[in-house]
């Protein structure tokens, strides 16, 4: 299918359809917003797993009463697990967790709530935490674009490093967008898939680049055939390595989905995506906007 | 070129064969009714709280401008250690962040009696620091002992007490571990009081009082006493030192623990996250049961393509499965074990399908060499060494990535967790794992899935059976 395609040719036909999936997750971002987990903006989350359903009205009067504070209630399911949920916008101590635990126990004898997990941080922690995972990311993709800029001075170091990072600016926003579309909640999970990703996709980049520094060693062809060559080169190799990761992602998100493993689901699904993603810009963007680049500039010298 | 023997590949073989049945299964020697562990297989592995159940707890001072010092975190720090002990709880990882002035715990916690939260709040009780004439105890209406003597002094009278090496006896130049005792003003006459009273002939105990609330809670003696040192001379100037210790580190808890009955703020929970057994040990199956069948459709998938050298791709993906199983369990000695959380796993999952990548890239290299019309040594050859840099590289993004993973989510003395020491750590420490079975994949897929797999791949071109330019994706 891909046999002869011109990769850098048909740049603006993959720079459309990046450009539609980009708009659609902006949309989707203006309608939906992102959603901030308990570790970044703070408040308290406690779950109760239940036999019998509790009347939802009257635990969320006795949980306002007893927290002293609004709280949002909602029923859940992880696997076989029927849970309930209740949320606050501020942290609670041991001390008024405890008294909620021994009150629900009283009042809803026979539902048999059993706190199933529960979480509570204070917004200024979590803020500063949100600030510590966004200067890692930044930290990293600063980092590995040194490292490439570095490795690939012969082949237009700083160009080479700029188009990479489209590709990787490009990865990153497809995981953001996953979070956003599918409504997962921005947590540490997030922040672990962003930095693979970025490692993951720059990975793919570097083959490529790897294989234009050999080819252009060897031959005096044309920019555009040299990388168009290297593209078709790594082909095969970054479709099959693209499935084999894919598979085992793949292996993990099937089975936490079919046993109802939540906090997994929302870590495989947006790094699948995020490895398609890697592997689809590093053939069709980063190496034909490199070309695009290298040709303004020879242009104007 | 020197030959690589035909037997080589049989030998690599069977060691990695070796270390996956030890490393999964480990080696157990029986005593009579008595197993020791010889190797740790995955049975001994570490789970982490989201795993096995547990909580996870930040403490800090109640008072938000409270700055406390790095001395009073670590006080804070080993009183919460030692009432994790006494509740039999061993197997806890417990922090100290003096950066941003927090403690922050992790223990496993499945016990039905007790609610996490009320564990917590006994743990986040610091007691009173209380020093009493002479070591005599009675006992109170509920049979515990509790101190008999006049009180001297209490925990707003201590300026600090720190453990230290020195030289206590004019006479000889010998050096011991002792704790230096300093007294703010408002302790030093009565203490000078007492110490008249008692030099050469009676003693001075330090207690910790928790209060009525905690003994009732615990029933347990609502006071515990830390040392009951000979008072030698009257100490008029407020800085006494105690003797008697036979290590830095006893010197050193006992320091802690009065540090932390005369902390000038009370400690709370900042935040606690607390997980069912339940919610992990499905998880826990779920991840185990994905393992196996990435495995197998990644090893599936590398035959079917890439034939024999897909078959030494297989079994190098599992030795390096193997290797860094091994490397959580603590199989080797010198690499200690590693608490592994679901992330992790995630992590080591996701390394099966990376891993693959350079024998991926190599086989490919030597597919090509071949189609060219090279020979298939010469393929093998010139295949291995023209794919180096790419794999190279490619390992080398994974690694920043790894470190960055682990500063960012362990606690400020983890690996690389100077990276980030001056920000508050993760409240929750299951991303910390996914870094370390990133980082662990790397290395091992370099002895794997790099060194391993081309020594495996040119001893087994030898066979004559594999002369045969077919098993390496060339024309029959």
Redesign the interface.
Known sequence: MLKNYNFVANLKKALIISAAIMLVGVACLAIFGVKLDI?FKGGTRIQY?YTEAPDLDKLQSVAEEVLGGDVEIAKDE??D?KLVTLTLTK?I???Q??SL?ERVAKDFESSKL?????????A??GT??L???L??LA??AV??LV?VGF?FRKIGGLTAGAAALVALLHDLLIVFFTFVIFGIELD??F??VM??I???S??DT??IF??VR?LRRRSDASLEDVVNDSLH?VL??TI??T???????L??L???L????T??VS??LP?LLGAISGSYSSLFLSGPIWVRWMNKKAAKA | MKRTPKAAFFIVAVVILALCVTSIFGVYGKFGDRTDTVIRGISDIRWGV?IQGGVDV?FGPAD?NANPTSEQIDAVKTIIEKRLVSQNITDYEAYADAA?GQVIVRFPWANKSQ????L??DL?RTGMLQFYEGNETTTDDNGYSIPKGTLVLDGDDVASAEATYMQVSETSTQQEYVIALKLKDSGKTAFANATKKLAGTGKISIWLDFGEGWAKENDQSRYQMLQDPDVNEAITNGEAVITGFASYEEAKEIADLITSGALPFSI?????????P??GA??L???G???I??MI??CV??VA?YRLPGFVAAIALCGQMALTVACISGYFGFIPSFTMT??GI?GL??S???G??CN??TA?AVR?ELRAGKTIDGAIRSGSK?SF??IF??N???L???A??M???GSSDGIFGW??SW??????G??YA??YT?LIGVVTNFVMGMWLSRLMLRSISRLKIFRNPWFYGGER
């Open positions: 570790s797993s992880a696997g697990q942290n101590s041991s001390d967790q405890e635990h059993t706190v199933f997990n529960s979480n509570t941080l204070s200024a922690m500063k935490f600030f510590r995972c200067l890692a930290i990293a980092l590995l490292y490795r540490n999970n922040v672990a930095l693979t970025l490692g993951y720059l990975n570097i083959v790897d294989r050999t080169h095969r190799r099959i390595t499935v084999t990761t894919c598979v085992a992602i292996a993990v099937g089975v936490a079919a046993m109802g493993v906090s997994i870590f495989a790094m | 989201d930040v938000e941003n609610s996490a939260e009320s917590v709040e986040g709370t929970d900042k935040s606690i996250s607390v997980i069912s339940t919610m499905n998880a199956s779920a991840m049961i994905a393992g069948i990435a459709a990644v998938m590398m393509i679901l992330p995630a999952i996701l099966i399908g990376i693959v990548d991926v890239i490919e090509d023209g840099s790419a590289d490619g080398i993004t994974v920043i990535v790894a960055v993973l500063g960012v989510f990276l980030f920000l508050p750590v993760s409240t929750t299951a991303v996914f870094g990133l």
